[in-house]
């Protein structure tokens, strides 16, 4: 009888364990990405390390998708958005999304296309580089914070402030 008193008090102390120790990590962790891909219909498809499966709503008059990518620590996905442009045969990429703790970002920048883009070892920045999209323009760099979307830094080539680019410049 005592045996199996204790083997109920220690299995309601083990599941009691369980339960919490879920519950902290639900909690203080974060969610994670473990996959993002552009599906057949070219739309966006983010898939959660639980299993969870995200579709962003497009914006309005986007025509594509492209340079998804998950941040190294999986806790982001960037996306760049491309609109129609009237003097390209092909579309252009204007803004870089960012999905962040089941938040977007959108990060426009100068409002030039955002022809490159990255997430910072560490995942806590994203860098990107802004250009027009024909000519011999200065190119416009922006450090970002992931999390709020905050600028952190910027940097245009020709400018007569800084002569040579911060190191962040580099990751693109």
């Known amino acids: 009888m005592l045996i199996g008193r204790t083997r109920t008090r220690l299995r309601g102390w083990l599941l009691a364990c369980v339960v919490a120790s879920t519950l902290v990590a639900g909690a203080s962790g974060a969610q994670t990405y473990s996959r993002a891909d552009v599906d057949a219909n070219g739309k966006l498809l983010i898939v959660t390390s639980t299993g969870r499966e995200i579709r962003p709503t497009p914006d309005s008059g986007q025509a594509g998708i492209d ?4 941040s190294p620590d999986g806790r982001a996905v960037g996306w760049l958005v491309l609109f129609p442009n009237c003097c390209t045969s092909y579309p252009i990429p204007l803004k ?3 999905l962040v703790a089941g938040k977007r970002r959108t990060i426009s920048g100068n409002g030039l296309p955002v022809w490159e ?12 580089r802004q250009a ?15 999390r709020s979307g905050r600028l952190v830094d910027s940097f245009e080539t020709g400018s007569k402030g800084r002569r040579s680019p911060p190191p962040w410049v580099r990751i693109l």
């Open 67 to 70: 340079r998804v990518a998950i």
């Open 96 to 98: 870089l999304m960012v």
């Open 117 to 128: 883009w990255k997430f910072s070892e560490d995942g806590r920045y994203v860098a990107l």
């Open 132 to 146: 027009p999209v024909h000519g011999d323009a200065p190119q416009h760099y922006e450090l970002r914070d992931v």
